[in-house]
């Protein structure tokens, strides 16, 4: 059963939980597909007036900085030994390589790092713990993670949905093309975010001696 499917089958409340939860429990370092929760379910609410948008945006704004925030408390407290602990566990997202290129992400964009790693599955995961191994000043660590989180995840359920609701009404009229051209808009809306967040890994990973994050 895809997962849109399986989310037509639980009630508003459980949606909005479940988007909460899965997204806080990704962003405090766990690998979970926040993303397609939250896109399947800002979808499902264009299509169903049960599930308001307004407070799914919240509940997965919410999710995103409350896990965080737990991410950076244990990052900060189990240190180093806990990225090592976690690449044992989890080798495909916490490997020595995936580490070294997120932490010079970190250490030449500092609190920019965490904004735009939002927007990035990978850096997603790592933002909180890592923001916290590498003792980020937390007021730093705080504006960003409050300001990426309110826009990936209130822009994310924005978009997909007056997507859905654009594609509905297209389809109506103009069968597959409006839906094929609703959906580039919103893919196209993505990617340009995307693209921006990348560029700012990419060029942190080309700096061979980054400065480290001061306090």
Request: with cysteine.
């Amino acid at each position: 059963m895809h997962v849109q499917e399986w989310l037509e089958t639980v009630p508003a409340v459980a949606v909005y939980a479940l988007v909460g939860i899965v997204i806080g429990l990704e962003s405090l370092g766990i690998p979970l597909p926040g993303e397609i929760i939250l896109v399947s379910s800002a979808l499902l609410a264009s299509q169903h007036g049960d599930i308001d948008p307004v407070i799914l945006g919240a509940c997965a704004t919410a999710g995103a900085i409350i896990g965080d925030s737990i991410g950076y408390a244990i990052g900060r407290k189990g240190g180093r030994p806990l990225l090592a602990w976690l690449g044992g566990k989890f080798p495909r997202h916490f490997s020595e390589a995936h580490i070294a290129t997120a932490e010079r992400s970190f250490q030449k964009w500092g609190m920019w790092a965490v904004f735009f790693g939002r927007f990035v599955a990978l850096l997603r995961i790592f933002a909180g713990p890592l923001a916290g191994v590498l003792r980020m000043p937390y007021w730093k660590f705080l504006t960003a993670n409050v300001l990426g989180g309110m826009l990936w995840a209130g822009g994310t359920t924005a978009v997909i949905y007056y997507v859905g609701i654009v594609a509905e009404s297209w389809l109506k009229r103009f069968s597959w093309l409006g839906l094929v051209a609703a959906v580039l808009i919103g893919v196209t809306s993505m990617l340009v975010l995307k693209r921006k967040a990348k560029k700012a890994a990419s060029a942190a990973e080309a700096t061979p001696t980054p400065a480290p994050v001061g306090d």
